[in-house]
C-alpha cells in the first residue's frame, strides 16, 4: 500500500525558514517524480514544486521561486520542502504527492508573527 | 500559465441525479486533465487521469470526458457519499493549474 507521511509543519514567523519532509513506503520511490501541493485555509489548490526521479531536474511556481527548495533523498525514501523567506501567503496544508495520484495526509504551516 | 475554469462553483442535486461538472482550458491541454475529489479534512483523491481513465478502486458512476480545452466529469448517479467539492488539474504544461474547485451538496 503506498503511504505518504508528511512532518515538520507548525508555526513560524515571517521571514523565518521551514523544513517540510515526506517518508514514502509502498512503492519504489526512486522510480517516481514527487511534487508538494497546498492549500490555503478554505482556499484552492496550487501545485507548488515537481522534482524529477533523481532530484536532476526541478520545477517551482512562479511565487515561491528562489525561496522553495525542493529534494529528495533516495536512500531514505524521503521527499522535503526547504522553505526560506516566508510570507503570510505561504500559510496552507502541504502535501506530498506522488504524481497526483497519491496524496499524503497533509501537514499545516502557518505563517505568523 | 493556463486557466482552468471550472463550473458551477457550487452545486445542489438530489441522490440519484445525474450530476456534471465542467472546466475549460485556456489552451489546448490535450487530454492531460485530473479530476479529484476532496471531502472536508481529507486529501484530494484522484477520480479520473487523462480526461477519461478511471481510477482504481473508484465507483464506475463517475465518468470523464473531453479533450483539448473543454472537459466534463460526471456522476451518474448521485450518491450520499459523493458529497465533496471537485477539482479538476491541467498536467499538460508548467505550472500545473487547478480549477477553482465545485462544492457538491445533496439537495
Known amino acids: 500500500e503506498v503511504q505518504l507521511v508528511e512532518s515538520g509543519g507548525g508555526l513560524v514567523q515571517p521571514g523565518r525558514s521551514m523544513k517540510l519532509s515526506c517518508a514514502a513506503s509502498?512503492?519504489?520511490?526512486?522510480?517516481?517524480?514527487m511534487a508538494w501541493v497546498r492549500q490555503a485555509p478554505t482556499k484552492g489548490l496550487e501545485w507548488v514544486a515537481t522534482?524529477?526521479?533523481?532530484?536532476?531536474?526541478?520545477y517551482y511556481r512562479d511565487s515561491v521561486k528562489g525561496r522553495f527548495t525542493i529534494s529528495r533523498d533516495n536512500a531514505k525514501s524521503t521527499l522535503y520542502l526547504q522553505m526560506n523567506s516566508l510570507r503570510s501567503e505561504d500559510t496552507a496544508t502541504y502535501y506530498c504527492?506522488?504524481?497526483?495520484?497519491?496524496w499524503g495526509q497533509g501537514v499545516m504551516v502557518t505563517v505568523s508573527s | 500559465d493556463i486557466q482552468m475554469t471550472q463550473s458551477p462553483s457550487f452545486l445542489s442535486a438530489s441522490v440519484g441525479d445525474r450530476v456534471t461538472i465542467n472546466c475549460k482550458a485556456s489552451?489546448?491541454?490535450?487530454?492531460?486533465l485530473n479530476w479529484y475529489q476532496q471531502k472536508l479534512g481529507e486529501a484530494p483523491k484522484l477520480l479520473i487521469y487523462?480526461?477519461?481513465s478511471l481510477q482504481t478502486g473508484i465507483p464506475s458512476r463517475f465518468s470523464g470526458s473531453g479533450s483539448g480545452t473543454d472537459f466534463t466529469l460526471t456522476i451518474s448517479s448521485l450518491q450520499p457519499e459523493d458529497v465533496a467539492t471537485y477539482f479538476c488539474?491541467?498536467?499538460?504544461?508548467?505550472?500545473?493549474?487547478f480549477g477553482s474547485g465545485t462544492k457538491l451538496e445533496i439537495k
Open positions: 504527492t506522488r504524481g497526483g495520484a497519491y
Open positions: 509502498g512503492f519504489t520511490f526512486s522510480s517516481f517524480p
Open positions: 522534482i524529477s526521479t533523481s532530484g536532476g531536474s526541478t
Open positions: 489552451q489546448n491541454i490535450n487530454r492531460y
Open positions: 487523462n480526461a477519461n
Open positions: 488539474l491541467q498536467h499538460n504544461s508548467w505550472p500545473f493549474t
